[in-house]
C-alpha cells in the first residue's frame, strides 16, 4: 500500500497534461487577440478606401 502511495504522489503526468493544456490556451488566446487586431484594422483601412472612392 505504501509503495501504491509514494507512486502516486510522484506521478506527474497529470501535471505535465494540464501544462501542455494551459500552453496551447495561451497562445490560442494570442493568436485570437492579433486576427481581432488585424481584422480591426483591415477594416478600417477598406472603410477608408472605400470611402475615397466615393
Given at each position: 500500500m505504501t509503495n501504491l502511495l509514494?507512486?502516486?504522489?510522484k506521478d506527474e503526468s497529470g501535471a505535465t497534461?494540464?501544462?501542455y493544456g494551459l500552453i496551447?490556451?495561451?497562445i490560442a488566446l494570442?493568436?485570437?487577440t492579433g486576427a481581432?487586431?488585424?481584422?480591426?484594422?483591415?477594416?478600417?483601412?477598406?472603410?477608408n478606401i472605400s470611402?475615397?472612392?466615393k
Open positions: 509514494s507512486r502516486f504522489f497534461a494540464i501544462e496551447a490556451a495561451l494570442a493568436i485570437i481581432s487586431t488585424l481584422g480591426n484594422k483591415l477594416n478600417t483601412q477598406f472603410t470611402n475615397q472612392l
